[in-house]
C-alpha cells in the first residue's frame, strides 16, 4: 500500500460510518466493482492489441531489411510479448481472488508503474499522484519500514497478507512477487481490499448476539418458574386422583357385601314441594303415581314376591294400611329432603314387617322431587336383638353416607345394572355431566347406554359388556356427546354374586380421561418433537448424571464437533478434558461447580481435534430438579462457534429466532394461563357453594381476558400491539358462552375503532371490558333474558385520548346503592385498572347502567 503523505496531512474526509447493509446491497456492490475491473481487463487488452500490432510493424519492416526507428531485438520483443501476456494474467488473478480495493505494481526500484482500481477513490487517492513515484516519495515515514521490508521480500519471492488502517478505514492487504514466463521476478505487486463493513459488522453482531443471550436467560428462568408451578399442581391433582380411588374401592366393597335392600321409587312427573303447592293435593299424587322402578334382591326378598310383581307398585300398595300416619310421614320427609324411620309394612302374602331405612329424595335441575332413593332391612325377626340393631343402624348409616358422598358427588359415573335381564339399576349424576345426557332419560330408555358410544368402538364395547363378567374387567372407549364433543373414557366393571356365588349384578365405574388422553398424545409429540430436534440440530445436546459421572444422552452433532465418536465419550465421560485446551481447562471446571449450585452457565472454550485442529465452542449448561427440589440431572448444549461468519443471512436469522421465541413465550404463558383456567374449572365441579363458585367462575373469565391478549400476540406478526376489534369479538364471545346466554334474545352492538394497543395497556382495558360486560350479564337482566349491550372504543386524534363507553338497557342500579363506596371486587378492579391507565370512570344509571371511560395509552418502552 503506497500512500501520498502530503495528500494524507491535507485531508481529513469522513469516509463514512455508515450504517451495516443488507447482504443484498453488498453482493451488489462487489459485483459492481467486479464489473468495473472487467473493463479495465478489457481496456488493458485492447493495450495491448496495439502493442502486438506495432510489434507486427516492426517484424514487417525488419523483414524488408527498411530502416526504422525500433531497434529492437528476438529476445526483447519476447520479453516485451510475455510481460503483457503476465499483465493479463495479473489482472485475471486480481479479478478471482480480488473482487474489489485497488491494485499496485511496482519495479526493482520501488517504483509504482501501474496503479488501479476504485479504492482509490475512496481513499482520496488517484493514479495521477502515485504512478511514476517511488516508495519513498509517497509512503507516511511512519509506515515506511514496513512497506520497504515487505517490498523487499516480495522481490525476493515472498508473500506477505495483514491488515493495515488509512484513514478511519480498514484494509486487507496482500503484497506478492510477480514472475514471468521463466519464473524470474521482475516486478512486485500489491492488492488491497477495503473490509471496514466487516469489521464494523462483526462488532455489531456481537452485541446483538449478547442481547440475545440476556434475553435468553430471563425467558429460561420465566418458564422454569412456570414449569415447576405446573408440576406441583400436577403432583396435587395426582393425590386427589388416589384418594378418589380409594373411596371408589370402598363403595365397590360396600356393593359387593351389602345385604341391605336398595330401590328406587319414581313418580310418573315430577312434583314441586314448597309453600306455592297445595302440599296435599301434592302427597294425593304421590301416593298414587310413585312407582317401584328399580329394585335389589335384597328387598325383593324383604316383600316375599318376585321382581315381576314388585315393579310398578304404588306406594298406596305399601302402605294403605296405615296411610294417615304415613302421610305425616312423608310431610317431614319432603321437608327436610331426607329421613330415618322404622315402620310396618305389609308382605305381598299380607304379613306385616317391620322395616328400618334411611330414604332421600331425588331431584331434577328445576328442584323438583321426582322420586327417591331408599335404603332398607327387615328388622321384623324378634330374634334380633337390640345389640345387633344398633349395629344394623351403624352400619346402615355409614353405607348410606358412603353412598351419598361417593355416589353423588364424585366426578366419574357409579352405575349397576341387573343381569337378567341387563336394565339400568342406578347411574350417579356423574353421567349427566360427562355425557351431557339426562339421568331421567337413561332410565326410561331402560337399557345401557350403548347409544351414545362413538360407531367405530360400538360393537367392541357392547361385545364386551355382552360377555358374562366373572372378575374385574376395564375398557376404554369414546363417546359422542349431544353438542358433538368426543370423549374419552375408561370403565372398570365389577361382578356381584349373591348367596349361591352366582353373578346377578354388575356395577361399574366409568371416569372421563379425555384430558388424560390429550396430555399422553402432547407428550408424545413431544418427545417426537425432542428427538427430531436432537437428531438434526448442528448443536450436540447432552445430558448427565449430578455426579458428572455418567454420560445419559449425546446427539449425533458431537461427533461433526469434536470430530470423535460418541461411544468413547459414553465409555468414559470424564475424557473430553483431555481434549480441552490446557488454558480453558479451568473455566469447564468453574462451570461444572457453579451448575451444580443450581446455576445456569454459558462458557467459551477451545478443544483439540483428533488430526490438532483447535476449534472454538460455545458450552451452555443448566441443572434439572426432581420433585424435591434436588438436582439430578445436568443438561447442555455444546456449539460449534469456530466458523462464524457476519452475512446478514446470519442477522436475519437471529432477528427470527428472536421473534420466535417471543412468540414461543406468549404461546406458553396462554397456553398456562388455560391450565390455571382448567384448573380452577376442575376445582369448581367440587364446590357446592354459589358464591365461592361464582368467584370460580369470574376468575376463570379474567384469566380468559388475558389469555387472549397472548394468544392474539402469539398469531400476529406485529408482537408489540393488540388490534382491539378481534380482541374484543372474542372476548365477547367467551363471555356470552360462559354466562349460557346462547339461545337467549340479548344483543351485543359493538362499535369499536381499528385502534391497536400496546400490551401494558390492552391487559388493563381488556379486564375493564371482562368486568363491565360480566355485570351487566349477570345483573341488568334477571327479569327478562331480552335487551341490548353496546361497546363503544373510539379515539380522539386531536387529544390522543380512548374513550370506552359500556352502555345496557337493563334495570340499573337498586336505589339507595352506593356507587363510590361499593365494596363489590368487579366495580373495586375497574376502579383500580382505571387508575392504572390514568384514566377517568363516570357511571350513568339513569337508564340501564352506562360506564364512559377515558385514558390515554401508556408509554413503556419498546420490547422488539
Known amino acids: 500500500m503506497c500512500i501520498d503523505p502530503a495528500d494524507n496531512a491535507r485531508r481529513n474526509y469522513p469516509v463514512g460510518n455508515r450504517p451495516l447493509e443488507t447482504c443484498e446491497v453488498l453482493v451488489a456492490e462487489q459485483k459492481a466493482k467486479i464489473r468495473q475491473l472487467e473493463e479495465h481487463l478489457q481496456q488493458q487488452r485492447e493495450l495491448c492489441q496495439k502493442l502486438e500490432a506495432q510489434l ?107 491488515e493495515y488502517k488509512y484513514g478511519d478505514r480498514v484494509y486487507s492487504t496482500t503484497i506478492a512477487p510477480v514472475k514471468n514466463d521463466r519464473e524470474e521476478i521482475f516486478a512486485g505487486m500489491v492488492v488491497t481490499q477495503d473490509i471496514t463493513e466487516k469489521k464494523q459488522a462483526e462488532i455489531a453482531l456481537a452485541k446483538i448476539k449478547n442481547q440475545l443471550e440476556i434475553k435468553y436467560k430471563k425467558r429460561t428462568e420465566d418458564l422454569k418458574t412456570a414449569n415447576n408451578q405446573l408440576q406441583e399442581e400436577i403432583l396435587s391433582r395426582w393425590r386427589a386422583e388416589e384418594a378418589l380411588r380409594e373411596s371408589q374401592e370402598q363403595l365397590e366393597l360396600f356393593f359387593s357385601q351389602s345385604l341391605d335392600g336398595f330401590f328406587f321409587m319414581m313418580l310418573d312427573e315430577p312434583v314441586h314441594w314448597d309453600d306455592t303447592v297445595d302440599k296435599e293435593k301434592v302427597l294425593d299424587y304421590v301416593f298414587t303415581h310413585g312407582r317401584i322402578t328399580k329394585a335389589n334382591d335384597a328387598l325383593i326378598a324383604q316383600y316375599g314376591t318376585t321382581r315381576e310383581e314388585l315393579i310398578g307398585q304404588t306406594i298406596n300398595f305399601f302402605l294403605s294400611h296405615n296411610l294417615a300416619g304415613c302421610r305425616e310421614m312423608f310431610r317431614q320427609f319432603f321437608d327436610a329432603g331426607r329421613i330415618h324411620i322404622e315402620n310396618d309394612n305389609r308382605k305381598f302374602d299380607g304379613a306385616t314387617i317391620w322395616v328400618e331405612g334411611d330414604y332421600i329424595c331425588i331431584y331434577d335441575s328445576l328442584e323438583r322431587i321426582v322420586g327417591y332413593f331408599g335404603v332398607q332391612r327387615d328388622i321384623s325377626d324378634a330374634v334380633v336383638a337390640a345389640t345387633q340393631r344398633k349395629q344394623a343402624e351403624t352400619a346402615l348409616k355409614e353405607s348410606e353416607q358412603r353412598f351419598r358422598q361417593l355416589a353423588e358427588n364424585i366426578e366419574s359415573v357409579f352405575w349397576m345394572v341387573g343381569i337378567q335381564p341387563q336394565e339400568i339399576i342406578y347411574i350417579s349424576p356423574g353421567y349427566e355431566k360427562i355425557w351431557g345426557r339426562s ?84 407428550i408424545r409429540e413431544s418427545e417426537e418433537r425432542f428427538r427430531q430436534l436432537a437428531e438434526n440440530i448442528q448443536d450436540s445436546f447432552w445430558l448427565m448424571s449430578a455426579e458428572f459421572t455418567d454420560l445419559l444422552y449425546l446427539s449425533p452433532a458431537y461427533e461433526q464437533i469434536w470430530g470423535r465418536s460418541r461411544e468413547e465419550l459414553y465409555a468414559e465421560p470424564l475424557k473430553m478434558m483431555e481434549w480441552v485446551h490446557p488454558e480453558d481447562k479451568h473455566l469447564l471446571q468453574e462451570a461444572m461447580g457453579r451448575v451444580l449450585q443450581g446455576e445456569s452457565t454459558y462458557i467459551e472454550y477451545r478443544i483439540f481435534l483428533p488430526y490438532g485442529t483447535i476449534h472454538w465452542v460455545c458450552d451452555r449448561a443448566f441443572p434439572i430438579y426432581d420433585e424435591s427440589g434436588n438436582i439430578y440431572r445436568i443438561a447442555g448444549i455444546c456449539e460449534d462457534i469456530s466458523h462464524r461468519k457476519l452475512t446478514e443471512a446470519r442477522i436475519q ?120 360486560v360480566s355485570n351487566s350479564l349477570k345483573y341488568a337482566f334477571t327479569e327478562s333474558l331480552a335487551g341490548e349491550i353496546n361497546i363503544n372504543f373510539h379515539r380522539d386524534t386531536t387529544s390522543q385520548q380512548f374513550h370506552l363507553s359500556i352502555q345496557d338497557n337493563g334495570r340499573g342500579f337498586p336505589a339507595g346503592f352506593n356507587i363510590e363506596h361499593t365494596e363489590t371486587l368487579g366495580l373495586r378492579l375497574v376502579r383500580m385498572l382505571t387508575n392504572q391507565l390514568d384514566g377517568t370512570l363516570v357511571i350513568d344509571s339513569k337508564c340501564g347502567t352506562c360506564y364512559d371511560i377515558s385514558f390515554a395509552e401508556l408509554s413503556y418502552r419498546r420490547r422488539i
Open 439 to 522: 339421568c331421567a332419560e337413561l332410565y326410561a330408555s331402560g337399557h345401557f347406554f350403548a347409544d351414545s358410544i362413538h360407531p367405530e368402538d360400538r360393537s367392541r364395547v357392547v361385545a364386551k359388556f355382552a360377555k358374562k363378567i366373572v372378575a374385574e374387567d376395564e375398557t376404554e372407549y369414546r363417546i359422542v356427546r349431544p353438542d358433538g364433543e368426543i370423549r374419552w373414557i375408561r370403565d372398570r366393571a365389577f361382578p356381584i354374586t349373591n348367596q349361591a356365588g352366582e353373578v346377578y349384578r354388575i356395577v361399574g365405574i366409568a371416569e372421563d380421561i379425555s384430558e388424560q388422553k390429550h396430555s399422553e398424545k402432547v
Open 653 to 772: 436469522a437471529a432477528l427470527r429466532e428472536k421473534e420466535v421465541l417471543l412468540k414461543e413465550i406468549h404461546h406458553r404463558v396462554k397456553n398456562n394461563m388455560q391450565v390455571v383456567s382448567s384448573l380452577l374449572q376442575l376445582q369448581a365441579q367440587y364446590i357446592e357453594d354459589e358464591p365461592t363458585l361464582a368467584l370460580f367462575e369470574e376468575s376463570q373469565t379474567r384469566i380468559h381476558s388475558m389469555a387472549l391478549i397472548h394468544e392474539q400476540l402469539y398469531q400476529s406478526d406485529n408482537l408489540d400491539r393488540i388490534d382491539l376489534p378481534p380482541y374484543v369479538e372474542n372476548l365477547l364471545a367467551n363471555l356470552y358462552q360462559s354466562f349460557g346466554y346462547g339461545n337467549t334474545s340479548i344483543q351485543f352492538n359493538v362499535n369499536v375503532d381499528p385502534i391497536s394497543l400496546n400490551i401494558e395497556t390492552a391487559i388493563p382495558c381488556g379486564l375493564i371490558i371482562n368486568e363491565l
Open 56 to 162: 507486427k510493424a516492426v517484424e514487417n519492416a525488419a523483414s524488408s531489411d527498411s530502416a526504422t526507428e525500433f531497434d529492437i531485438t528476438e529476445d526483447d520483443r519476447t520479453e516485451l510479448i510475455a510481460s503483457l501476456e503476465k499483465s493479463q494474467e495479473m489482472y485475471r488473478t486480481l479479478i478471482k481472488h480480488y473482487p474489489n480495493g485497488s491494485v499496485f505494481l511496482f519495479d526493482r526500484d520501488l517504483r509504482y508503474t501501474l496503479v488501479d482500481g476504485q479504492g482509490l477513490a475512496v481513499a482520496g487517492l488517484s493514479k495521477e499522484k502515485l504512478e511514476g513515484k517511488t516508495l519513498w516519495e509517497v509512503s507516511p515515514p511512519e509506515d515506511l519500514p514496513l512497506f520497504e521490508t515487505t517490498y523487499r521480500a516480495a522481490l525476493a519471492g515472498k508473500e506477505n497478507n495483514f
